[in-house]
């Protein structure tokens, strides 16, 4: 995810519009909101006290996964921030991309090459430098964590997004399946208190809404995280979180690999329907709605579909929803990728 202490940011533009409502009025309602605006501002800057910066770079994950295994290799690149590395971790079998690349290789019967790019505290913006570094070793898949960082240093959506939209497009271009889980729910950060929590919160789905249309219409895949991780770590913190409260840790990282794995085997055309589609018209809604509903429900796949041979209602592109019933992931931590019950299962 990166470093929340670069949330203190939101606040002086907050305090900027505090100062003006108060030059044009008075009464509770400006008292109210500098009230407010102060509150915002201690709670970003104890957020920044809390949360430590961060210091090794996580383990690194490239390699072939199931080498033994007949076929050539399935190469699989990961791109995007700290959690995409896997940040809070100190096995290389614990990363995401580890999880990932043994769930694919036992699922495809064929080995896994695979290759990470992702850089602690990236951006959306530093998606470019990734992706001409992944299209080198002429991916099959590729799967992008990225968000985070945006939320906490307030880059505007439009903005993020349109740098999502340019790597997914190179990707595709060459060939490569894209799969990307949207922004995380930065309201289950126990340091971050509320109202920021909330506003976190409201700001990490707007742009996980935003995401899901761009990338779908970009021709990738997306897979909602935010309330599927925000719940359970919410209940489980010690658990789930890292050390430093802000990343996952191995059983967090297992958590949302097994959220992906699923839709990166359907976006290679390999994958085994676990899915159900959502009630109503089989879950095919346009593509606006169907972003905000993955937005608010967690393990939600989004992807491309036809209505009557048509890939647009009046409303927008068609987009086909898809869930799974939540499970859990048990020893997947403890016992890591090569022996984990929950990619198993999935496979």
């Known amino acids: ?63 072939v996964y199931g080498a033994k295994l007949p076929g050539q290799p399935v190469t699989m690149v990961v791109l995007g ?70 939320v906490t240093n307030r880059t505007p959506p439009s903005v993020a997004v349109r740098y999502l939209v340019d790597a997914v497009r190179a990707l595709r271009a060459a060939g490569c399946e894209v799969v990307v889980g949207t922004c995380p729910d930065l309201g289950a950060i126990r340091p971050i208190q509320p109202p920021l929590r909330w506003l976190a919160r409201r700001w990490s789905r ?65 994958g085994q329907e676990r899915r159900s589609p959502l009630a109503g018209r089989d879950g095919v809604r346009a593509l606006p709605e169907a972003a905000q509903e993955a937005a608010r429900h967690a393990g939600t796949e989004v992807s491309a579909t036809q209505v009557r041979g048509r890939d647009r209602g009046p409303d927008g592109r068609w987009a086909q929803l898809r869930r799974r019933a939540f499970f859990g992931v048990g020893a997947a931590a403890q016992s890591g990728a090569a022996e984990s019950p929950t990619l198993e299962g999935l496979a």
């Open 1 to 63: 995810m990166g470093d929340v202490g670069s949330v203190t940011r939101v606040g002086w533009p907050r305090a900027r519009r505090v100062v003006r409502l108060a030059a044009i009025g008075t009464g509770a309602t400006v008292a109210a909101t500098v009230a407010t605006g102060g509150v915002l501002l201690g709670q970003a800057r104890q957020a920044r006290r809390t949360i430590p910066m961060a210091e090794a770079p996580p383990p690194r994950c490239d390699g």
């Open 81 to 150: 921030d700290s959690s995409a590395a896997g940040y809070g971790v100190h096995r290389r079998r614990e990363t995401p991309g580890a999880l990932l690349a043994t769930g694919l290789s036992r699922r495809l019967h064929r080995p896994v090459r695979l290759c990470r790019f992702a850089v602690v505290g990236a951006l959306s913006a530093g998606l470019r430098p990734q992706v001409e570094s992944a299209l080198e070793v002429e991916p099959d898949i590729a799967v992008v964590l990225v968000g985070g960082n945006d």
């Open 206 to 270: 707007q742009l996980a809404a935003a995401q899901t249309v761009a990338v779908v219409e970009a021709g990738g895949w997306t897979v909602s995280l935010g309330d599927l991780l925000g719940p359970r770590f919410a209940a489980e913190p010690a658990r789930m979180f890292a050390w430093d409260r802000f990343h996952p840790s191995a059983e967090g990282y297992a958590v949302a690999a097994a959220a992906l794995l699923p839709t990166v085997l359907s976006a290679l055309g390999a």
